[in-house]
């Protein structure tokens, strides 16, 4: 099994008690709401996913010196992450995000970040040794946002491709994150350009089809390097693009409580996969021509993000080996009967 390294934003989600009914998010007046801390920060979701099954899980980031800052190191180490890549400064808070839920399960998102620890991780941070013997680089787009992130994010990447590390993008964009009047749009196909792995949700690809169509796109990332294209659309098929071949698979159908950490816990169980099969940048392009084997691995990932989102909040919902084992096996008797 190889290591894997994942890179960016580690934050405190405070999840409110308020189920909204409505489309602003409010809830009914009358009810008091209250915010429970929780870990989160898309990459981090996916190191903590990474370790709940048992893999070689690195957590790359820096954090605040402060109370919040202490809560994450020990939430991720109670997920069997390694956090000796993860760094603690007092010169900026540990970000924030309040997160609301509307009935049907759905998030919305009120972040306090800027500035905040997690965009002070430099380049220089990065150290060679990190990227010693195989592994895999994992990133989103929430760490292109600011300038020296940005520049961090780029040495990330250099350091993982000169060692020939298998590098993932989950794209994870979130607008309000960016400085008002940002366009994302060209530090993102930067990004897209440099991964084996490319993981986007249908919005996402919309985002990056604003000026021509989905297929030319799809062609543009394929022909830029990418082995491995996916596209997620909640509980519809998720789609999955090669070189050689295109494909999809029908997540499984369960009742959703929490979709913090749905995503997340689909890219922690597809890197699981991928690390416990030691997989080389060329393996995976191997396993793009290997319709049966890629839908297994894609099967096991889908999985860990259907068995998620029955759970309330993001480290708190994301399974075991032998959880999805168990839901996997509850999911063939369910087809059966």
Same mark, same amino acid.
């Given at each position: 099994m190889i290591k894997v390294?994942?890179? $960016?934003?580690?934050?405190?989600?405070? @999840?409110?008690?308020?189920?909204?009914?409505? +489309?602003?998010g409010k809830g009914t007046e009358s009810e008091t709401e209250r915010f429970t801390k929780y870990p989160g920060g898309a990459p981090a979701n996916v190191a903590a996913a990474i370790g709940k099954l048992g893999g070689h899980s690195y957590f790359a980031g820096k954090v605040g010196a402060d109370m919040f800052g202490d809560?994450?190191?020990?939430?991720?180490?109670?997920? +069997?992450?390694?956090?000796? &890549?993860? @760094? +603690?400064?007092?010169?900026?808070?540990?970000?924030?995000?309040?997160?609301?839920?509307?009935?049907?399960?759905?998030?919305?998102?009120?972040?306090? =970040?800027?500035?905040?620890?997690?965009?002070?991780?430099?380049?220089?941070d990065f150290k060679p040794e990190w990227f010693e013997n195989r592994g895999i680089f994992h990133f989103c787009s929430?760490?292109?946002?600011?300038?020296?992130?940005?520049?961090?994010?780029?040495? $990330?990447?250099?350091?993982?491709?000169?060692?020939? #590390?298998?590098?993932?993008?989950?794209?994870?964009? =979130?607008? /309000?994150? #960016?400085?008002?009047?940002?366009?994302?749009?060209e530090s993102v196909w930067a990004c897209v350009k440099q991964a084996d792995l490319v993981k986007l949700s249908a919005e996402e690809l919309a985002f990056l089809c604003r000026h021509t169509d989905e297929a030319t796109v799809l062609k543009q990332i394929l022909s830029a390097g990418a082995s491995l294209i996916l596209i997620t659309d909640g509980g519809k098929?998720?789609?999955? &693009?090669?070189?050689?071949?295109?494909?999809?698979? +029908?997540?499984? /159908?369960?009742?959703?409580?929490?979709?913090?950490?749905?995503?997340?816990?689909?890219?922690?169980?597809?890197?699981?996969?991928?690390?416990?099969?030691?997989?080389?940048?060329?393996?995976?392009?191997?396993?793009?021509?290997?319709?049966? =084997?890629?839908?297994?691995?894609?099967?096991?990932?889908?999985?860990?993000?259907?068995h998620a989102v029955t759970h309330a909040g993001a480290f708190t919902s994301l399974p075991s080996r032998d959880e999805v084992a168990a839901f996997m096996a509850c999911q063939e008797d369910a087809q059966i009967t």
């Open positions: 390294i994942s890179f $960016g934003e580690l934050l405190v989600d405070m @999840l409110s008690s308020r189920v909204s009914d409505d +489309q602003d809560f994450l190191v020990q939430s991720l180490e109670a997920m +069997q992450v390694c956090t000796d &890549y993860l @760094l +603690q400064t007092s010169e900026a808070k540990t970000a924030l995000a309040f997160v609301s839920l509307d009935k049907e399960g759905e998030r919305s998102f009120e972040f306090y =970040r800027g500035p905040s620890a997690d965009l002070l991780f430099g380049p220089g929430n760490t292109l946002t600011e300038p020296g992130i940005l520049e961090a994010t780029q040495a $990330g990447l250099d350091a993982a491709r000169a060692a020939g #590390w298998l590098v993932s993008f989950d794209m994870n964009l =979130r607008h /309000n994150l #960016w400085p008002e009047g940002a366009d994302p749009f098929p998720l789609r999955y &693009y090669t070189a050689h071949q295109t494909g999809s698979i +029908q997540p499984p /159908n369960v009742h959703m409580i929490d979709s913090t950490a749905a995503g997340d816990a689909f890219v922690g169980g597809l890197l699981y996969r991928l690390s416990e099969l030691d997989m080389s940048v060329a393996d995976l392009e191997g396993v793009g021509t290997d319709q049966q =084997r890629l839908e297994s691995i894609l099967t096991f990932a889908s999985a860990c993000g259907a």
